[in-house]
């Protein structure tokens, strides 16, 4: 659901832009109090996975192919402020280096694939855990609705913002159709993914899962008529992250690397349905299509598995490099913010 530079014109381009900006500056303050030992390390990889991961288009109908968006996994795994982050780290990555996403277009990209997803997918997430059973299956099944849902509202806010800044005259009410209904699909590929990676984490470290917190109830022991909490005998702050940061990383580089090439070469939802409705017409050049990256392969690489491959290592490498820079950097802020001479006057 990249949106390319021409589909929206300028002063809603502008305004999205500031609501992206908005969007971005309220999660890094809310990303301070979600970034701890166990989501600091992990948010980085987590928004080079979610990379890697659109880099596997998977085919939904004839002609037509869906990615993962990603705003639901991150959301769920490292928290909602932090999720809409990573998401954002991604668009930048891929509209600067890979001229996939207009520049120009970079605020309604944020705001529909980052913000919106985020959003409406932790709530549904939320929702659904507080009525659902304290389980680990409670988790990966909220996540699949969550992330099913995800998917059809960006499309919504897609054509809601088209409907008011589109650069071609064209029926909204055949373009929210198409929208809905291929991106309803798409969604059912997200809430694979999404609930299979999700699933995965918890059933090995659950405490690194933002979304799971409290899942676990703590032991008791009757001392003298009273209940006592049983204190851990690994505490959460000394559990090593390193192996699960490593098969991270060497999974996102293998997906990005590796089985990227097998990926549908079809037209993705969005790119579908502006080809059939005519939301191309006025689509701009690139800012970076001179790009050695440009379209996921290196310059003067003849070799199309090497040269796609080559760009997906380094997209992961790019990306896992810039997050954990920007999430360490907003962790540190929040311990200086948390520092006892902070706290000596309370």
Same mark, same amino acid.
């Given at each position: ?127 659904? /855990?507080? !009525? %659902? ?8 099944? *909220?996540?699949? @609705?969550? #992330? =099913?849902?995800? $998917? ?29 209904? /291929?991106? !309803? %699909? ?8 999404? *609930?299979?990676? @999700?699933? #995965? =984490?918890?059933? $090995? ?48 580089? =293998? ?92």
């Amino acid at each position: 659901m990249h949106v390319p530079d021409g589909f929206i014109d300028a002063p809603i381009s502008a305004a999205t832009g500031v609501v992206a900006a908005a969007a971005v500056a309220v999660s890094l303050r809310g990303a301070r109090r979600e970034l701890d030992e166990r989501t600091a390390p992990l948010a980085g990889l987590v928004a080079a996975f979610i990379f890697a991961v659109q880099m596997l288009n998977f085919p939904v109908a004839a002609g037509t192919s869906g990615h993962l968006l990603g705003g639901a996994l991150a959301a769920i795994l490292v928290g909602p402020y932090t999720g809409v982050l990573c998401v954002s780290v991604v668009l930048l990555m891929q509209g600067i280096l890979f001229a996939d996403g207009g520049l120009t277009a970079l605020g309604v990209n944020i705001t529909d694939m980052a913000v919106v997803t985020t959003v409406v997918a932790y709530a549904v997430f939320r929702g659904l /855990v507080k !009525v %659902l059973p304290r389980r680990r299956g409670s988790i990966t099944a *909220a996540s699949f @609705v969550a #992330a =099913v849902l995800s $998917v059809p509202a960006a499309a919504v806010a897609f054509t809601l913002i088209y409907a008011v800044g589109g650069t071609t005259d064209v029926s909204i009410s055949k373009v929210a159709t198409a929208m809905i209904g /291929v991106h !309803v %699909l798409i969604g059912i590929g997200e809430a694979a993914i999404t *609930a299979l990676t @999700v699933g #995965a =984490v918890v059933a $090995v470290r659950p405490d690194l899962v933002y979304g799971a917190r409290g899942l676990r109830q703590k032991l008791k022991l009757r001392v003298g008529g009273d209940l006592v909490d049983v204190p851990d005998t690994a505490p959460v702050a000394a559990r090593s992250h390193r192996k699960v940061w490593i098969t991270g990383l060497v999974t996102s580089l =293998v997906l990005a690397g590796f089985v990227s090439f097998y990926a549908s070469a079809s037209p993705d939802g969005l790119e579908k349905v502006a080809a059939d409705k005519g939301i191309d017409a006025k689509t701009e050049k690139h800012a970076t299509a001179d790009s050695p990256l440009a379209d996921y392969g290196v310059k003067d690489v003849e070799n199309a598995r090497l040269s796609g491959g080559l760009a997906g290592v380094i997209g992961v490498g790019v990306t896992v490099v810039a997050g954990t820079g920007i999430f360490w950097a907003v962790r540190r802020r929040r311990t200086a913010d948390v520092s006892p001479a902070s706290t000596s006057g309370v």
